[in-house]
């Protein structure tokens, strides 16, 4: 699993969409579009499937229990 990955297009870094998935799902998905709330620069995007790429290095931890 890995979260799926945009270009924002003002600042031109790499924002997730919140959305997880897998390589093998997306390359399954059909053509769709869909919008984000975008963290960098606080407006929406909308993106379409090859717009995107899955970043597999997750940005936390997940936490273990003890
Ligand atoms: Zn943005």
């Not at 997730?16 to 919008?35: C, M, N, V, W």
């Amino acid at each position: 699993m890995g979260c799926v990955m945009i270009s924002c297009p003002v600042t031109g870094n790499a924002v997730s969409t919140g959305i997880e998935t897998d390589h093998y799902a997306l390359e399954l998905a059909k053509a769709f579009k869909s919008r984000s709330r975008c963290s960098e620069c606080g407006g929406e995007h909308i993106w379409s499937k090859t717009d995107v790429w899955i970043c597999d290095t997750v940005p936390y931890q997940q936490p273990h229990a003890a």
